[in-house]
């Protein structure tokens, strides 16, 4: 006789930064729910582990990201509270670059129309204020207080626990080998067993493509390297003396973290050497030049952080066509909810996220306004584009770089 499948109200597939955070929340409102895990928990082949994410508020990719990030920031706490150990560490921020780049201005619009408190600053006055830094005189820098950097493995580990505390069943080392619609629920079957549930959210990193048949075509996973190196003045690149940065410079895109876990100042290039490929496939080892390209950059930049490297690290991206996230329903399957990877932005939103895809599993909507990362916004090709990397954003309406060092806009905060 077949032995009847093992039923649940939700199944999460993927329980990295946003999975984890999907099942605790789950399993608060009390709902009977199962997480399933192809890798370790935590691991190291995804998205979501280096030790430190950064957190931000003034979000220059898309003014709209502030209010999910002060819920964010809620949600974090909470789970600090509950895990009784720090996971949120505040440093500021500083976002940076020509007084005429995007990085820059779109920093400055959000926090203008958030009300952030914040302050500009030169590449003279920043090197004042943190003597990590050395950017040209001519660069100008966002100064955020609430900025900082989260614990990823840390993070994924209590949301687990957490949910496991509250009855949710978690399985790593099972991969799903495919899931189908089963009246208004769905059966879900993996390399162990079979399951079905009520709800199905897929929050399975690079590999979500092949779970999420909409995605196909639109994701694109892209090799990243960081590097740990070993400040000579270690004083200047503690976390109570540097803030975490996004920084446009002639080289690229970079941003960087103090010294924390590993004894190294910690930094990346976005979009590293524009390697791509399926996550299966992209290359895991650092070699020598992603070594060079990283360590070139901060001896011009960080030169008191150039010493010996301490550790080298591969991941990856996953990229959407505009560098949003996608956060929606199945336009077939209601019963099935999806989060994509994020474009390496992400990981600051997971605990927003986990509540927002509980209320997509619950009710298929939820309160908070999703509307940029709806699905539909890629039909018929039609999306907005994404600001490459070195390219200028839209004059931010009523934002100047007269406005930037107008005193009623900028708040000093720090002393």
Request: aromatic share 10%.
């Amino acid at each position: 006789m077949q032995r009847q499948a093992q039923q649940f109200h939700t199944i999460v597939v993927g329980i990295g930064g946003v999975g984890s955070a999907t099942v605790y929340e789950l399993a608060r409102r009390g709902r009977r729910v199962l997480g399933l895990e192809r890798f370790d928990i935590p691991h190291d082949m995804g998205s979501s582990h280096g030790y430190t994410r950064i957190i931000r508020l003034a979000y220059y990719e898309h003014p709209s990201y502030v209010l999910l990030l002060r819920r964010a920031y809620e949600l974090w706490r909470d789970l600090e509270r509950r895990a009784g150990e720090p996971l949120l560490h505040i440093t500021g921020s500083i976002d940076a670059g020509p007084a005429d780049s995007w990085v820059f201005r779109g920093a400055l619009r959000s926090a203008v129309e958030h009300d952030l408190p914040h302050e500009v600053l030169t590449g003279t006055e920043l090197q004042r204020r943190f003597p990590g830094y050395r950017l040209p005189h001519d660069t100008l820098a966002l100064l955020q207080p609430e900025g900082g950097f989260l614990t990823p493995e840390r993070c994924i580990v209590n949301y687990v626990l957490q949910a496991q505390a509250l009855g949710a069943e978690i399985h790593a080392r099972e991969r799903v080998i495919t899931w189908e619609p089963d009246g208004a629920g769905v059966r879900v079957r993996t390399d162990r067993d079979e399951y079905r549930a009520d709800r199905l959210v897929i929050t399975a990193g690079g590999w979500i493509d092949e779970l999420a048949d909409p995605l196909r075509g639109l994701l694109q996973a892209e090799r990243q390297v960081l590097a740990w190196l070993q400040p000579g003045r270690p004083e200047h690149f503690a976390p109570a003396t540097f803030p975490v940065f996004n920084l446009l410079v002639d080289e690229g895109r970079y941003y960087g973290f103090p010294a924390f876990a590993v004894p190294g100042f910690k930094f990346g290039r976005y979009h590293h050497l524009e390697e791509t490929g399926h996550p299966d496939r992209l290359d895991r080892e650092p070699r020598a030049a992603d070594e060079q390209l990283l360590r070139a950059f901060a001896e011009r930049y960080f030169p008191d952080g150039a010493g010996p490297t301490m550790a080298l690290k591969a991941c990856f991206f996953t990229n959407t066509p505009d560098h949003h996230f996608i956060v929606d329903c199945h336009p077939a399957w209601p019963q099935v909810a999806f989060a994509s990877p994020c474009s390496g932005h992400g990981y600051k939103f997971a605990s927003v996220l986990g509540e927002i895809l509980a209320d997509l599993a619950e009710r298929g909507t939820t309160r908070h306004n999703i509307d940029l990362f709806r699905l539909a916004r890629f039909a018929a090709g039609r999306w907005p584009a994404a600001v490459p990397s070195g390219s200028v954003a839209p004059t931010p309406s009523g934002s100047s770089l007269a406005a930037a060092r107008d005193p009623a806009a900028v708040r000093p905060f720090w002393s």
